[in-house]
């Protein structure tokens, strides 16, 4: 003879795979969502390699002043500057202080570059010059704002839905922002 489950189960077996269905649901999106986020930082051709990219043209610099600016504090804190925007740990907040410094600290060395009296003698230093400070409209770029608007649209999404409440509380976190 055959046992009957009562309806009673049958109705809770029903709600835990309605709730887990949602959970694995709202789970699945929001990872999918965030892994978007991070390729736009850390993937092929993503924010971070444009910035390392960065770093090194200002480290060829640096290769360049010390040519004619030899012990110049200047061009110290400019390869300083570069190391900490390729560090491999460094969030995006803290990778946009070290491009600002970067920038900051480029620019007192491209100006010193210019008024030294070797590299007016030298055309292939000041034509490599002038390649490597001609990067000043970084910030402005279209991977910084497409990361920072992806980022932004993402952590609203979080915050602001009941469904990003319930990720939220499922261990989904916002993306940080570069800025």
Not at 19 to 48: C, K, P, Q, T
Not at 102 to 127: F, G, H, I, M
Request: charged share 20%.
């Amino acid at each position: 003879m055959k046992q009957k489950l009562s309806i009673g189960v049958c109705v809770l077996i029903s709600l835990a795979l309605f709730v887990f269905g949602i959970l694995y649901g709202v789970m699945g999106g929001f990872h999918d969502d965030h892994a978007y986020v991070l390729s736009l930082w850390d993937g092929e051709n993503g924010l971070r390699t444009a910035l390392d990219y960065r770093a090194a043209d200002a480290l060829n610099l640096c290769v360049v002043a010390r040519r004619h600016l030899p012990g110049d504090l200047d061009v110290a804190a400019l390869e300083a500057a570069a190391s900490n925007l390729r560090n491999p740990q460094a969030t995006p907040s803290m990778k946009k202080q070290a491009e600002a410094r970067l920038t900051e600290a480029a620019a007192k060395v491209a100006e010193k570059l210019r008024n030294a009296p070797s590299l007016q003698q030298n055309a292939r230093d000041r034509a490599y010059l002038e390649m490597l400070t001609a990067d000043d409209m970084f910030s402005q770029s279209a991977l910084v704002q497409a990361y920072n608007q992806a980022a932004e649209d993402f952590n609203k999404q979080l915050e602001t839905s009941v469904i990003g409440a319930i990720a939220k509380t499922l261990g989904v976190t916002t993306c940080e922002l570069y800025q």
